[in-house]
C-alpha cells in the first residue's frame, strides 16, 4: 500500500497569515492526490484533486502543487472558518490512502 | 443537487453484523463508481471500499475484506456496506462518497459503534 505522510500534525496561526501543509508520498502516484477538509462536526469537503485543480465552489485563497512524491496545500490567507482538520489522500492504486491529517487553528 | 442520505448505523455488539444504506439523488447513479470512508474516534479519515459504476469490480481495505461487502442498486440508486464479524476497531463514523479517485461529494455520515 502506498503511504501518505502528512505534516505538520498541527499547526496554529493568525487571521491573514499563509498557511501549509506537506504529503508525501511513499512511492509515486504522479498527480493522483486529493485534499480535503474537515470542520468540527462537520462532513468532508473536497478541496482540490489532481494536484492542483480546485473544486467547484472552493475559495481562491486554497492552491495546491506537486514535486515528484511531495504534494503542498497552500491557504494564502488564513481566515476563522478555515479551522478544522485537513487530509491528502492518494487515489493511483488501491486500496486508496489517506494522510493521516492536520488539525489547523486559529490563534 | 447531488444528495447521498445514509441511514442504518447504530449500537451492534462485537461479532455483529449492520448494514449501511446510502440513497442517492440528482445525478445519473450508474455513471459513477461510489466509495464508503470512515473515520474513527479521534482519528482521521480511512478508505474502506468502492465498487465500479456496473458493480463488476469492488476493491477494500484490507483491515476489512472478508467481513464487509459492498453493493450497489442501479434501481434503487442505492450504495449498501454489509458489516459482519464487527470489531471494536470498526467504530467510527462512515460515509458514504461518490467518485473513485477523488470524492466530490459526501453524505452526512452515519455512526457505528461495536461495543458490549
Known amino acids: 500500500d502506498i503511504q501518505m505522510t502528512q505534516s505538520p500534525s498541527s499547526l496554529s496561526a493568525s487571521v491573514g497569515d499563509r498557511v501549509t501543509i506537506t504529503c508525501r508520498a ?6 493522483s492526490l486529493a485534499w480535503y477538509q474537515q470542520r468540527p462536526g462537520k462532513v468532508p469537503k473536497l478541496l482540490i484533486f489532481d494536484a492542483s485543480t480546485l473544486h467547484s465552489g472552493v ?3 486554497f492552491s495546491g502543487s506537486a514535486s515528484r512524491t511531495d504534494f503542498t496545500l497552500t491557504i494564502s490567507s488564513l481566515q476563522p472558518e478555515d479551522v478544522g482538520s485537513y487530509y491528502c489522500q492518494q487515489y493511483k492504486t488501491v486500496p486508496r490512502t489517506f494522510g493521516q491529517g492536520t488539525r489547523v487553528e486559529v490563534k | 443537487e447531488v444528495q447521498l442520505v445514509q441511514s442504518g448505523g447504530g449500537l451492534v455488539q462485537p461479532g455483529g453484523s ?6 442517492a439523488s440528482g445525478f445519473t447513479f450508474s455513471d459513477y463508481w461510489m466509495t464508503w470512508v470512515r473515520r474513527a474516534p479521534g482519528k482521521g479519515l480511512e478508505w474502506v471500499a468502492n465498487i465500479k459504476r456496473d458493480g463488476s469490480e469492488k476493491n477494500y481495505v484490507d483491515s ?3 467481513r464487509f461487502t459492498i453493493s450497489r442498486d442501479s434501481a434503487k440508486t442505492s450504495l449498501y456496506l454489509q458489516m459482519n464479524s464487527l470489531r471494536a476497531e470498526d467504530t467510527a463514523v462512515y460515509y458514504c462518497t461518490r467518485g473513485t479517485g477523488w470524492c466530490d461529494h459526501w453524505g452526512q455520515g452515519t455512526l457505528v459503534t461495536v461495543s458490549s
Open chain 1, 59 to 61: 475559495p481562491s485563497r
Open chain 2, 18 to 23: 449492520l448494514k449501511l444504506s446510502c440513497v
Open chain 2, 64 to 66: 476489512v475484506k472478508g
Open chain 1, 26 to 31: 511513499s512511492q509515486g502516484i504522479s498527480n
